[in-house]
């Protein structure tokens, strides 16, 4: 992972640029979130598992948030399908958590802010912290290695019975020529664009690496059209028993 460009605040700098210059724009950015958080808990619920937000009071993570508006989106998201829901927002540079405690976010109800890296969860949240994690595009950011301490973790601080959604973009493993070069395309230029390290990585490791994690897990692209074909939703339940993923599990 290139630390220092979330750490030094470039990333969200060019993410922030981007909000600003139609045709995207908050408003644009807010429409797809809510789109891909419902389509999220729409997989939960194909999937027969209980929604993670069910509970009295669950306790919930964003994992990486890139701006205000993300975050806000995700807690009136959440405060809709459950008010009582307590919210951790959580990223490694103090940039994004400044934005947003300046517009006021952590002053809502049941909100906190937090600087802390994924790789190191458990170092603030005991085991079986959260009924629900949420991180959007998070996993195209990191390495191999770090994709695999990062899934780790979140496993550990899940509940039994926790969800983690997440959705980036990946390959088959079997590309052809041109499908390969399409998605090297959109590589370079979301590298370009907001001058972080793509990882590529293909949606058979992430499933294999999510089920070697000990997650059941349903990956599901909601449109074949232009570059959206390459986004996968992925929703990741931690089972309530100690038995393992299956392989016959939806992909
Ligand atoms: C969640 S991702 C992408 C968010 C946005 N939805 C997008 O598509 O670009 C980027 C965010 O993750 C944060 N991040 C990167 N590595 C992290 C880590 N190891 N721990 C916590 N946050 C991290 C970055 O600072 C940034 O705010």
């Not at 429409?31 to 598992?49: E, H, P, V």
């Amino acid at each position: 992972m290139t630390e220092s460009v979330f750490l030094n605040g470039t990333y969200h700098q060019m993410f922030g640029d981007e909000l600003q210059h139609p045709p995207y724009t908050p408003a644009l950015h807010r429409k797809n979130l809510l789109d891909s958080y419902a389509f999220s808990f729409k997989m939960i619920q194909a999937r027969g598992w209980e929604s993670p937000l069910h509970c009295l009071e669950p306790n919930v993570l964003q994992l990486g948030t890139a701006s205000y508006h993300t975050s806000k989106t995700f807690v009136d998201f959440v405060h809709a399908l459950n008010p009582r829901a307590q919210i951790s927002i959580v990223d490694i540079a103090p940039h994004p958590l400044t934005e947003c405690a300046d517009q006021g976010l952590d002053q809502e109800n049941n909100v906190n802010l937090r600087q802390a890296d994924a790789r190191t969860l458990l170092a603030i949240y005991p085991k079986d912290t959260f009924d629900h994690i949420e991180t959007d595009g998070l996993f195209q950011f990191l390495s191999a290695d770090d994709k695999r301490i990062v899934l780790s973790q979140c496993f550990a601080v899940l509940k039994p019975g926790g969800v983690l959604t997440t959705r980036d973009r990946f390959t088959p493993r079997n590309a052809d020529v041109s499908t390969q070069n399409e998605y090297e395309t959109w590589q370079s230029s979301l590298e370009r664009r907001l001058w972080a390290t793509v990882y590529p990585s293909t949606k058979e490791d992430m499933w294999d690496l999510l089920g070697k994690t000990g997650f059941s897990r349903t990956m599901a692209r909601r449109t074949m059209q232009n570059a959206l074909k390459f986004l996968n939703h992925i929703v990741a339940r931690k089972p309530t028993s100690k038995l393992r993923s299956t392989s016959t599990e939806n992909r």
